[in-house]
């Protein structure tokens, strides 16, 4: 075994708190000189492939490595909504998501308060006459389409994924930046002056690291942002039209989305600040510059929307990346230089139940079960 691991010294991001809790951390261990699978990344994706890979393979290695902690990137930082298909829409061969994200966690036994009662779809054009929502946001907001979907708790999610993956013997490193792959074999993965070698690799790691998975120049970093009000009252949430706890999003713009959370408060999110490098989303202070005008510009149209809302309180600020890429198509490809690496995410706004769902498959496909998708 290599020396134990130095933990990476990644300045204290300011990305504000959601209200989700991740109440898993895997215990420090010694890094492993090689293993059969390396995972990169510890949000959704990372976690759910590392989980499936020893589901269906006991006798293999498999480390994840987490550059800070599980879910330090958009999966602790979320919305948690859980939608079908992907924000480019259905796609040749995806299958179907909602379906396959729901067996995924049911296999592995993760309850992550999964809620599938549906998701409103909301505009300024076609509302539906029945509508329960009725908000002034630049115009009148109605209910204009029910799809499917619902929500989960995304701090319960990345814990019991991690849980799982630990359960079926996934040794998961935090802390721990992968710097570099040299594609040779096997691979080798560095950090730092220490190497791993690993006989495949999964790069989940969504909109940082760029330069690792070959994305650099082909997909866009943002930074998009949330709040989160004080508990509201049933009488509250009647007037609001929420009463029936599904989440929301509006199908034009300017963008809303929002969900209930179990205390009664709602979340509301909106906004998308550009970098031109990634490394710039460490930069983010939720209370400085841009984003703390985004955060005050989602406040006062939270305020505006409904009479009930005018004075609400907030309880939670805060925001996360997201990266997008040619189409807002999901990125699963083999990396340009190796055909043993994977690389997966890039799923833009609508990545939960998505990077449960293809986590599994790259799982797969790494174990030669399954091949990539046709839409790549
Ligand atoms: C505010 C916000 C709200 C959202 N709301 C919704 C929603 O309601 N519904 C929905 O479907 N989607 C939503 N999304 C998108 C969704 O959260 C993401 O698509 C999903 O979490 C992506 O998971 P991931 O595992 O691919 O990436 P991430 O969770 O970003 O994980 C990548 C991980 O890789 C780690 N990492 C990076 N570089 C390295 C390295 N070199 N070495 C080791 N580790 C590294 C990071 O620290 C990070 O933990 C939202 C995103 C944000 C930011």
Not at 340 to 359: K, P, T, W
Request: aromatic residues 8%; charged residues 20%; glycine residues 12%.
């Amino acid at each position: 075994m290599a020396d134990a691991p130095q933990r990476s010294r990644a300045a204290k991001k300011r990305w504000g708190r959601s209200p989700w809790t991740i109440d898993f951390h895997p215990l420090p261990r010694s890094l492993p000189e090689q293993v059969d699978f390396a995972v990169v990344g510890g949000g959704f994706t990372g976690l759910a492939a590392a989980a499936w890979l020893r589901r269906l393979a006991p006798e293999k290695r498999v480390s994840l490595f987490e550059a800070e902690q599980i879910g330090a990137g958009a999966s602790g930082n979320t919305g948690g909504m859980v939608l079908a298909e992907s924000s480019a829409g259905d796609l040749p061969g995806l299958g179907d998501v909602l379906g396959g994200f729901g067996g995924t966690i049911a296999e592995l036994g993760v309850d992550c308060d999964l809620d599938l009662r549906g998701a409103w779809e909301i505009g300024r054009r076609g509302g539906r006459k029945d509508s329960p929502i009725s908000w002034s946001d630049s115009a009148t907001l109605r209910v204009v389409n029910e799809v499917a979907g619902g929500a989960v708790d995304p701090g319960k999610l990345v814990s019991q994924l991690a849980r799982a993956g630990d359960r079926l013997g996934v040794h998961i490193y935090e802390g721990i930046r992968i710097d570099d792959i040299a594609f040779q074999n096997p691979l080798c993965l560095k950090l730092g002056a220490k190497e791993i070698r690993a006989e495949n690799v999964l790069i989940a790691t969504n909109a940082q690291s760029l330069e690792l998975s070959g994305l650099a120049g082909r997909a866009e970093p943002k930074f998009t942002l949330a709040v989160a009000t004080e508990p509201l009252t049933p009488a509250q949430l009647e007037v609001l039209g929420l009463s029936s706890g599904k989440p929301f999003y509006t199908v034009d713009l300017p963008y809303l989305w929002g969900r209930l959370l179990p205390t009664g408060g709602v979340i509301f999110g909106s906004g998308l600040i550009d970098v031109e490098n990634w490394r710039e989303l460490a930069d983010i202070d939720i209370d400085a510059g841009r984003a703390a005008e985004l955060i005050a510009r989602i406040e006062r149209r939270v305020r505006g929307l409904d009479p009930v809302l005018k004075s609400i309180g907030f309880t939670h600020w805060w925001g996360g990346p997201i990266l997008i890429a040619e189409d807002w198509s999901p990125v699963f490809v083999h990396h340009r230089r190796s055909d043993r690496v994977i690389v997966l995410g890039a799923y833009a706004g609508q990545g939960v139940a998505l990077s449960v769902y293809l986590g599994r498959w790259a799982a797969e496909a790494m174990l030669g079960l399954r091949q990539l998708p046709d839409w790549v």
